[in-house]
């Protein structure tokens, strides 16, 4: 086994929400969904309790986070890269 961290996934693309926390941010994802019946497209929202070592993101940042080993009892997910 080779030491590089291997990446699983694209990750996901989200907005930090909250920043109030050290080394944490909250971060809102949606996604449109097609309601089966009625062919509506809904928005699902879902927050996430990532990790950011280094406090650098701020409120209304899109970002893109992944999945990682178990930070915390709710982070399991790390900040990669700020989109815009």
Do not use: W
Request: glycine fraction near 6%.
């Amino acid at each position: 086994m080779t030491a590089e961290k291997t990446i699983i996934g694209k990750g996901i693309q989200g907005t930090v929400l909250s920043h109030k926390t050290d080394k944490t941010a909250i971060v809102v994802v949606e996604r449109y969904v097609k309601h089966p019946k009625y062919g509506k497209f809904i928005v699902h929202k879902k927050k996430y309790k990532v990790h950011d070592e280094n406090n650098e993101y701020a409120e209304g940042d899109v970002v893109k986070i992944l999945p990682c080993r178990p930070v915390s009892k709710e982070k399991r997910f790390k900040i990669t890269a700020k989109i815009r």
